[in-house]
């Protein structure tokens, strides 16, 4: 067991630690935060937003001074990733908003990360910069190129000190692979090569090689008619390179082996619950479609979040997943005006910790909700203002379905919908998390004694 992860509900208390980003007043779409991602360390923590941009957060060093102070995590680089773009054959726009982020293994002084959007995929390096050159032969100081007949002596260039400075440059450019949506991203574990899947197809590709990729995957029928589901998600084994899983809209999961053939259409497993005749219903589709797919660190088990629920599945059992987890089971009753509003296609992500004995998932009314594998016991939280006092604890919040509620529950009708928690963090190693709430960015920790 990593130190520091202990009984999830007896032994931590989460307290605020930072909120980053404006109050909500006036802000743009552009600003909304749509993926959370820790760095391998857990030392950088980026985020996209639907304006393209990516913010990496760097984690300070704990001072000796202010031992109560552990290390905050403050701006240490922003970019614009993706720029909006136009499809003229298609006549479609291409937004420039940032599906996912994933971080590459660091192998040198310098972060390496992959940034997509719903069409292309770029490797960005992250460097820091601290000398500069001076005391070139055929520039001046200005960098306008000198009079070659001036130049009467040779000089030898040297390396001066300068501010810090850290630059994103983009390395490599992947596009033009997926007619679809991307949806997902995720590198393998050889470091060497990774995929993006979209609703219908899964590319997989070198990081050296960026005009070509192998689709492992194409569920596209030949009359688009007979399209039954599509793909949602999609993840690389952690420690086997040659095996992936997908998940699907009918709430379907399937394990490939990529020794088994070059094209992946056969799957190795399928994991799919048998549904309930007696909880049939107009809706049953939609909510059983898998929005986020996951394995856990061991690489054991796969967990999946559909509407209403958190399963982790163990990869040697098919039939029925081996924990199920009701998120906001009280939504039950609200589904036709969930429908209404479109909530109901809400993609919510879900999180493990570093053990693999709790994981985290995001709900409506900025709520966020933890389960503790072991103990089966699990906790409502709130990412909210109000309580954003430094070290204040948060306390849990329930939510009365009906009768009376008391004093300190919230009432299912009074939920805000159009506040939610889609995009979840866990650091690593330690217990920190960071949750997207709208614009804002809160991190939370726990309270060490």
């Not at 190129?145 to 260039?157: A, E």
């Not at 009359?223 to 999609?234: F, K, R």
Request: net charge negative; with cysteine; glycine share 4%.
């Amino acid at each position: 067991m990593i130190p520091g992860f202990g009984n999830l509900m007896q032994d931590v208390l989460w307290c605020f630690s930072q909120v980053k980003g404006t109050i909500d007043i006036g802000i743009t779409e552009a600003d909304i935060i749509s993926t959370v991602e820790f760095n391998h360390t857990g030392e950088l923590l980026a985020t996209g937003d639907k304006g393209g941009r990516v913010v990496i957060f760097q984690r300070e060093q704990e001072s000796k001074n202010q031992p109560h102070r552990r290390g905050e995590y403050n701006v240490y680089s922003t970019f614009q990733s993706h720029e909006p773009e136009f499809d003229y054959l298609k006549s479609l726009e291409i937004e420039e908003k940032i599906n996912k982020i994933r971080w590459l293994p660091q192998q040198n002084a310098a972060y390496f990360l992959l940034s997509t959007n719903d069409k292309t995929v770029k490797l960005w390096k992250v460097s820091e910069r601290d000398k500069r050159p001076e005391g070139y032969n055929l520039k001046d100081e200005d960098g306008r190129l000198r009079d070659p007949s001036m130049i009467t002596m040779l000089r030898v260039p040297v390396l001066r000190p300068m501010d810090l400075m850290v630059e994103a440059t983009p390395r490599r450019v992947f596009a033009n692979a997926h007619t679809y949506h991307i949806n997902s991203i995720s590198v393998n574990s050889d470091y060497e090569t990774y995929m993006s899947a979209d609703d219908l197809r899964i590319n997989l590709w070198n990081f050296e090689i960026t005009n070509q990729s192998f689709n492992i995957v194409d569920i596209k029928p030949a009359n688009m008619e007979e399209l039954t589901e599509v793909i949602t998600a999609a993840e690389f084994h952690p420690h086997h390179c040659n095996t992936f899983v997908y998940s699907s809209s009918k709430g379907t999961i399937r394990l490939c082996d990529m020794r088994a053939s070059a094209l992946c259409d056969r799957h190795s497993k399928f994991f799919e619950e048998p549904e309930d005749p007696s909880n049939r219903s107009f809706f049953s589709e939609i909510i059983s479609s898998i929005s986020d797919v996951k394995f856990s660190h061991s690489g054991r088990y796969i967990m999946t979040r559909d509407y209403l629920t958190v399963k982790v599945w163990d990869l040697n059992m098919e039939n029925r997943p081996i924990e199920t987890y009701q998120v906001h089971d009280y939504l039950r009753s609200k589904l036709c005006s969930l429908y209404e509003n479109d909530c109901i296609f809400d993609k919510f992500e879900c999180v493990w910790n570093g053990s693999d004995s709790v994981i985290m998932t995001g709900s409506y009314n900025n709520f966020f909700r933890m389960f503790d594998r072991n103990t089966k016991r699990d906790v409502t939280l709130e990412a909210s203002r109000e309580n954003s006092k430094p070290r204040a604890i948060l306390k849990p919040r329930k939510v009365c379905v009906g009768g009376k509620r008391r004093k300190d529950e919230i009432s299912v009708d009074s939920l805000d919908f159009s506040k939610k928690i889609l995009h979840t963090a866990w650091h690593p190693s330690e217990n920190i998390i960071a949750v997207a709430a709208t614009n804002n960015l809160y991190i939370f920790q726990d309270k060490v004694n």
